[in-house]
């Protein structure tokens, strides 16, 4: 929105302030500048230049090199610690046409310079273009203060977008947690009473069972948003610890298995010799539990799916793991959007399993914080990898 205050300043026209030891020059500059629109000031001597700058900042000031008591450079040297001159363009009017002179002129901080005698189309044509260039510096800035004010307006706005969702995550989390529990105590007792003379209707069981399963459900969202409030704030604080990645991996294979042989896929792991990180267990765990139930859920009936260790692109310096899956892959277009929040890809989980979205941000930013590196590797309708690598602990640490 264009202000009254904007709008008379652009109605206005620049102003000039001509510094001279010689009226005649004033007066011929003077009148030169003004029948070409501009207002003009003049100043005789270097200390007035200072204080008519100071107290009415020009658009432009055309200063002599060459004046009695304080030259051109000084004055000009002066003008470029006064805060509100700072950026005020000064271009030297001088008779000096030595190399040194010149270059003077721009370390007191000049932007140009006309030589005496100088011609009426040069003098206006250097006037106009520093105008313009102070204009559009002008416009810059203002445009970068109202780019930073919106950005902070941002940050506000997500810092309370953060800690809403940290407080309704945290306050779902326990009655979620109580509707699993009791569904799955309903379920086994339904179980239970089936088997016997009873036998309650089956119907009761299936809808226990989708109870059970959409509170699992809920439940995985609830402790995702969690994880995203706490990394984007910057509240994860790593306890890192010796870890043998060997044994995390197969702890987790193990766990695994019983999700896996619902679609009768078989969790291959090859690994062999030393795997020790330096790293938050729970973390770690985190990352890789995330990726093989992943690629279980993406992964067809009567696959497999192999998960290795091996060292990194770096040797020694950097253990690598990687997890990789039978599945429909991913489409090229759709790498860059791999480990964003929210990302709905073109690949589906093939059993009926549900997403959140989030899970691979979540393990990126966990990798990241371990100061290591995660990539997808896959061709569409070819099955994908996923790989990460973390640096191994330095010797002597």
């Excluded at 002599?64 to 009017?93: A, N, Q």
Aim: charged share 30%; hydrophobic share 40%; aromatic share 6%.
């Amino acid at each position: 929105m264009i202000t009254e205050k904007q709008t008379a300043e652009e109605d206005n026209p620049p102003f000039i302030l001509v510094v001279d030891d010689k009226a005649k020059n004033l007066q011929l500059v003077g009148s030169l500048l003004e029948d070409n629109g501009y207002d003009i000031a003049f100043a005789k001597n270097g200390q007035r230049a200072l204080e008519l700058a100071e107290q009415d900042p020009p658009d432009v000031i055309l200063l002599d090199v060459m004046m009695p008591g304080m030259d051109g450079y000084e004055v000009c040297t002066r003008l470029k610690k006064i805060e509100s001159l700072v950026h005020v363009p000064v271009i030297f009017l001088t008779a000096k046409t030595e190399t040194e002179d010149i270059v003077q002129a721009f370390e007191s901080g000049g932007v140009d310079y006309v030589t005496k005698p100088f011609r009426t189309g040069e003098l206006i044509a250097r006037v106009t273009t520093q105008m313009e260039l102070k204009r559009a510096r002008e416009s810059l800035k203002k445009a970068y203060d109202e780019l930073s004010d919106k950005n902070q307006e941002l940050e506000i706005l997500n810092e309370k977008k953060s800690e809403f969702l940290g407080i309704a995550a945290h306050d779902l989390k326990n009655p979620l947690a109580a509707i699993a529990g009791l569904s799955g105590l309903l379920k086994d007792m339904v179980e239970d009473a089936s088997d016997s003379e009873n036998n309650l209707d089956t119907e009761a069981l299936e809808m226990l069972q989708g109870v059970e399963k959409a509170s699992i459900h809920m439940f995985a969202i609830v402790n995702n948003l969690l994880n995203t409030e706490a990394l984007e704030s910057g509240h994860v604080q790593l306890r890192k610890e010796s870890c043998d990645l060997q044994k995390i991996v197969a702890d987790i294979v193990k766990l695994s298995r019983e999700q896996a042989k619902v679609k009768n896929i078989d969790l291959v792991v090859e690994s062999g010799g030393n795997f020790i990180i330096e790293a938050d267990l729970g973390r770690i765990r985190e990352v890789i539990d995330n990726l093989v139930s992943n690629a279980i859920k993406f992964s067809p009936r009567d696959k497999r799916i192999w998960i290795k260790l091996s060292e990194g692109q770096n040797g020694a310096e950097t253990i690598r793991c990687s997890i990789k899956d039978e599945g429909p892959g991913l489409k090229p277009e759709e790498m860059s959007k791999l480990f964003g929040k929210f990302q709905k890809l073109s690949a589906r989980p093939t059993g009926g399993e549900t997403s959140t979205g989030l899970g691979l941000s979540i393990v990126k930013q966990l990798i990241d914080l371990h100061e290591g590196r995660i990539w997808a590797e896959s061709e569409w309708g070819n099955g994908c990898s996923f790989i990460f690598e973390l640096p191994t602990p330095k010797t002597g640490s």
